[in-house]
């Protein structure tokens, strides 16, 4: 702004957005981001909408297409959109439904006791931020459409004809101009209209991808039916895992006009998996009604053992902690209001929805344990072992508490630390082997990163009591060069990264079979014992070259097998006559320090792949599958994904 300018600041200068101009400019604060999260988060609000129908009683069948030309299609039976003028806007009530933020049925409490959908934006929001969008609805008889392009109305509603349906039909493409990536994962959506299978039992929920067809020519296409809701969602993310009780606790019912419905079961893992939702929403934060089923839990199983005389033995105190070791479970209620809280807003807030929660619990299993003494007895013996462990667990953390703790002559001694003190300038490269991580350590740049070596294969967490975690070297180094502290009054677990070093954590292991799977025992550490680190987005993975490509003095650097191929043939067209050399990369330790820094190390020229989580429940299904003990479902996971995998033999 000029000088002569700067004083002219009056109410022309203020500029006034409303409703879908908003959201354009605006695109993450309705979604989250505008990346790959971002562009399926606007099929999950069209979704929801035929969610809500389902809810209400009137739709038990929703259809998402995957259209050849990557837009998407989302089909219901629910009542269709209102069609008819609404008196107020003076259009039709499905422009109205379609233009205006913060309108729909959602917000009449009259038409939707509950709804669902995170940021509650809706399809409006969808609309604003699609190149095209077409609704068709199907009601009284008759159907009905309306074109609109980046938000705005192409024409009028029109009334198609005569037509025995009913439903709502909701095809967009998404917006080039706001969403640089819009190739929709078909995983990634299958996996949540599972989800929502689960936690709205009796809904068939199919998806079809018309871009890719199977080995007889057909579209890809799956279905999803749940009749037990959460008792079999608890069963599925459990096949991998080994039950110590008969069958899945479930309750299902409404406590002071909250409706409550909970699933659980335990196993023989040593790692606590609840997953709480609202509305069909992942509060993968937690909030009131976890709390209410964690004390409903405890209290309920505390006095059963204690009544028992099976504690009597025991010298020294049971903590929250034991109750949910090895312990599954689902806790999924319905609120008309729900509050949001937390970072990214799935915690639930509402503090009336406590109470109700703890005592569905408390009954359903007071309950459980009288009808089932045996099992009873099972879960408090497995109480009893991770109280003992927890016990033993607190001895070794204390002993890498006090090395954490410690000045700089308290960090690994195989630690190569960076000279600057800023967590958010510092990273941390977690090296497979000492070899790589020599050359690592001559080829870094001192001032920011730091090369901590890690010898084999590090324990495999997924199958170790605590207090073997603890003990174990390569993990307590990691700890200690973190400087993070575990375990609080409440928590013997919670993790405070107050005093965390390194806002980067970068795991570089070699590009095979033994690497790879070095690469997901770290990965599982951090999803099971430092997930905090992975949700701020802390944790990468380096991606060194698999080739290099040599003819001469030229060189060049490959990924991939195709890149790999191209240089191939750009060197054999330079019209040199001498053979174009290919050596492949097998491990880090194969590179100078040089090449190490320019392919893998370099900011300016490494590719970094960031781990994020994209959804709570598959991914820990996912691990349980990979590093738990039943071999089938990892042998099922290998076969399946084997063709996209670089596997050396």
Same mark, same amino acid.
């Given at each position: 702004?000029?000088?002569?300018?700067?004083?002219?600041?009056?109410?022309?200068?203020?500029?006034?957005?409303?409703?879908?101009?908003?959201?354009?400019?605006?695109?993450?604060?309705?979604?989250?981001?505008?990346?790959?999260?971002?562009?399926?988060? !606007?099929?999950?609000?069209?979704?929801?909408?035929?969610?809500?129908?389902?809810?209400?009683?009137?739709?038990?069948?929703?259809?998402?297409?995957?259209?050849?030309?990557? *837009?998407?299609?989302?089909?219901?039976?629910?009542?269709?959109?209102?069609?008819?003028?609404?008196?107020?806007?003076?259009?039709?009530?499905?422009?109205?439904?379609?233009?205006?933020?913060?309108?729909?049925?959602?917000?009449?409490?009259?038409?939707?006791?509950?709804?669902?959908?995170?940021?509650?934006?809706?399809?409006?929001?969808?609309?604003?931020?699609?190149?095209?969008?077409?609704?068709?609805?199907?009601?009284?008889?008759?159907? &009905?459409?309306?074109?609109?392009?980046?938000?705005?109305?192409?024409?009028?509603?029109?009334?198609?004809?005569?037509?025995?349906?009913?439903?709502?039909?909701?095809? &967009?493409?998404?917006?080039?101009?706001?969403?640089?990536?819009?190739?929709?994962?078909?995983?990634?959506?299958?996996?949540?209209?599972?989800?929502?299978?689960?936690?709205?039992?009796?809904?068939?929920?199919?998806?079809?991808?018309?871009?890719? !067809?199977?080995?007889?020519?057909?579209?890809?296409?799956?279905?999803?039916?749940?009749?037990?809701?959460?008792?079999? &969602?608890?069963? #599925?993310?459990? *096949?991998?895992?080994?039950?110590?009780?008969?069958?899945?606790?479930?309750?299902?019912?409404?406590?002071?006009?909250?409706?409550?419905?909970?699933?659980?079961?335990?196993?023989?893992?040593?790692?606590?998996?609840? #997953?709480?939702?609202?509305?069909?929403?992942?509060?993968?934060?937690?909030?009131?009604?976890?709390?209410?089923?964690?004390?409903?839990?405890?209290?309920?199983?505390?006095?059963?053992?204690?009544?028992?005389?099976?504690?009597?033995?025991?010298?020294?105190?049971?903590?929250?902690?034991?109750?949910?070791?090895?312990?599954?479970?689902?806790?999924?209620?319905?609120?008309?209001?729900?509050?949001?809280?937390?970072?990214?807003?799935?915690?639930?807030?509402?503090?009336?929805?406590?109470?109700?929660?703890?005592?569905?619990?408390?009954?359903?299993?007071?309950?459980?344990?009288?009808?089932?003494?045996?099992?009873?007895?099972?879960?408090?013996?497995?109480?009893?072992?991770?109280?003992?462990?927890?016990?033993?667990?607190?001895?070794?953390?204390?002993?890498?508490?006090?090395?954490?703790?410690?000045?700089?002559?308290?960090?690994?001694?195989?630690?190569?630390?960076?000279?600057?003190?800023?967590?958010?300038?510092?990273?941390?490269?977690?090296?497979?082997?000492?070899?790589?991580?020599?050359?690592?350590?001559?080829?870094?740049?001192?001032?920011?990163?730091?090369?901590?070596?890690?010898?084999?294969?590090?324990?495999?967490?997924?199958?170790?009591?605590?207090?073997?975690?603890?003990?174990?070297?390569?993990?307590?180094?990691?700890?200690?060069?973190?400087?993070?502290?575990?375990?609080?009054?409440?928590?013997?677990?919670?993790?405070?990264?107050?005093?965390?070093?390194?806002?980067?954590?970068?795991?570089?292991?070699?590009?095979?079979?033994?690497?790879?799977?070095?690469?997901?025992?770290?990965?599982?550490?951090?999803?099971?014992?430092?997930?905090?680190?992975?949700?701020?987005?802390?944790?990468?993975?380096?991606?060194?070259?698999?080739?290099?490509?040599?003819?001469?003095?030229?060189? #060049?650097?490959?990924?991939?097998?195709?890149?790999?191929?191209?240089?191939?043939?750009?060197?054999?067209?330079?019209? $040199?006559?001498?053979?174009?050399?290919?050596?492949?990369?097998?491990?880090?330790?194969?590179? $100078?320090?040089?090449?190490?820094?320019?392919?893998?190390?370099?900011?300016?020229?490494?590719? !970094?792949?960031?781990?994020?989580?994209?959804? #709570?429940?598959?991914?820990?299904?996912?691990?349980?599958?990979?590093?738990?003990?039943?071999?089938?479902?990892?042998?099922?996971?290998?076969?399946?994904?084997?063709?996209?995998?670089?596997?050396?033999?």
């Amino acid at each position: 702004m000029s000088e002569e300018n700067k004083g002219n600041y009056s109410a022309d200068n203020i500029q006034a957005l409303e409703g879908m101009e908003h959201v354009r400019l605006r695109p993450s604060m309705y979604i989250g981001d505008v990346g790959l999260r971002g562009l399926h988060h !606007l099929v999950y609000e069209v979704v929801d909408n035929s969610i809500d129908e389902a809810m209400a009683g009137y739709c038990d069948t929703i259809h998402v297409i995957i259209n050849e030309d990557n *837009s998407i299609s989302v089909e219901d039976n629910g009542r269709g959109i209102p069609t008819g003028m609404h008196k107020k806007e003076g259009v039709s009530a499905l422009e109205v439904v379609m233009t205006k933020i913060g309108a729909g049925g959602k917000f009449d409490k009259d038409t939707y006791k509950v709804s669902g959908g995170l940021h509650g934006v809706g399809v409006s929001c969808v609309n604003a931020l699609s190149n095209h969008l077409k609704a068709e609805v199907f009601r009284d008889g008759k159907s &009905f459409i309306q074109e609109y392009e980046k938000g705005k109305p192409v024409y009028p509603v029109k009334e198609t004809g005569k037509s025995d349906k009913v439903g709502t039909t909701v095809t &967009f493409t998404p917006d080039d101009t706001i969403f640089s990536e819009r190739t929709y994962n078909y995983e990634t959506l299958s996996t949540r209209l599972r989800e929502l299978s689960f936690l709205n039992k009796g809904l068939t929920l199919t998806i079809e991808d018309k871009r890719n !067809l199977n080995e007889k020519g057909e579209t890809v296409k799956e279905t999803f039916l749940s009749k037990e809701g959460l008792k079999e &969602f608890v069963q #599925f993310l459990d *096949s991998s895992r080994e039950p110590i009780i008969e069958e899945v606790i479930h309750i299902e019912g409404e406590k002071n006009g909250v409706p409550v419905e909970v699933a659980l079961i335990y196993n023989t893992s040593y790692s606590e998996n609840i #997953f709480s939702y609202v509305n069909n929403i992942n509060t993968h934060e937690g909030g009131t009604h976890l709390s209410g089923f964690r004390r409903g839990l405890t209290g309920t199983l505390k006095k059963y053992a204690e009544e028992s005389g099976l504690l009597d033995k025991l010298k020294f105190e049971i903590s929250g902690d034991d109750f949910r070791e090895g312990l599954t479970a689902i806790v999924s209620v319905k609120v008309g209001e729900p509050q949001f809280e937390g970072q990214t807003k799935t915690k639930l807030g509402n503090r009336e929805v406590n109470a109700p929660v703890s005592q569905a619990v408390s009954q359903m299993l007071t309950d459980y344990l009288e009808e089932h003494p045996n099992d009873a007895k099972t879960i408090i013996q497995k109480v009893i072992l991770a109280a003992t462990a927890r016990h033993a667990a607190r001895k070794a953390r204390e002993m890498v508490q006090r090395k954490t703790v410690m000045s700089g002559g308290g960090l690994p001694g195989k630690l190569s630390d960076c000279s600057g003190n800023d967590p958010a300038e510092c990273e941390l490269y977690l090296v497979e082997g000492d070899s790589a991580g020599g050359t690592a350590k001559q080829g870094r740049d001192r001032f920011f990163q730091a090369i901590l070596p890690l010898r084999g294969k590090i324990l495999n967490v997924e199958k170790a009591m605590h207090h073997k975690i603890f003990e174990n070297e390569e993990i307590k180094n990691m700890y200690t060069a973190l400087g993070v502290r575990i375990g609080t009054e409440e928590d013997s677990k919670a993790l405070n990264i107050e005093k965390l070093r390194y806002h980067k954590m970068i795991i570089m292991c070699d590009a095979d079979v033994d690497g790879s799977h070095i690469e997901t025992l770290i990965l599982t550490f951090f999803f099971r014992h430092m997930r905090e680190l992975i949700e701020k987005g802390y944790i990468y993975i380096a991606t060194p070259p698999l080739y290099l490509v040599k003819k001469g003095k030229k060189q #060049f650097y490959a990924w991939d097998d195709d890149q790999r191929d191209k240089y191939v043939q750009e060197l054999k067209g330079s019209g $040199n006559e001498s053979s174009v050399g290919i050596q492949r990369y097998k491990g880090l330790g194969e590179m $100078n320090a040089s090449q190490l820094w320019d392919t893998t190390m370099n900011p300016e020229f490494r590719t !970094l792949r960031q781990i994020t989580i994209e959804n #709570f429940i598959e991914s820990d299904r996912t691990f349980s599958m990979l590093m738990g003990d039943e071999v089938p479902p990892r042998r099922e996971f290998i076969e399946k994904n084997a063709k996209y995998a670089n596997i050396d033999t």
